[in-house]
């Protein structure tokens, strides 16, 4: 049974820093490019940054080169170092793999950013 659980979120002010982590089971993690989305209130989920099983990363514009997403196959985590975050990051995280994501989804870590 698929399990995905991010921890790391909070509120801090603009310009700060923040560590999400997603520790993952139930399935065969180090196979699969996994992906952070996050959701912020009345918008849709959107991905945020992708890593495939060989470390090579992506990024969504409007965090490249703030954002650096990592795994660790050994215990199937992946991991969002946020930096010079803004306002507009203030959202819900999840982790999923990417793309065509699980049905299932964690519970979020609610990233909040203050002006």
């Known amino acids: 049974q698929v399990q995905l659980v991010e921890s790391g979120g909070g509120l801090v002010q603009t310009g700060g820093s923040l560590g999400l982590s997603c520790a993952a089971s139930?399935?065969?993690?180090?196979?699969?490019?996994m992906a952070w989305y996050r959701q912020a209130p009345g918008k849709q989920r959107e991905w945020v940054a992708g890593i495939d099983r060989a470390g090579i990363t992506n990024y969504a514009g409007s965090v490249k080169d703030r954002f650096t997403i990592s795994r660790n196959n050994f215990i199937a985590t992946v991991y969002l170092q946020m930096n010079s975050l803004e306002p507009e990051d203030t959202a819900v995280y999840y982790c999923?793999?990417?793309?065509?994501?699980?049905?299932?989804w964690g519970q979020g870590t609610q990233v909040t950013v203050s002006s």
């Open positions: 999923n793999k990417a793309p065509n994501p699980f049905d299932t």
């Open positions: 139930g399935f065969n993690f180090v196979v699969w490019t």
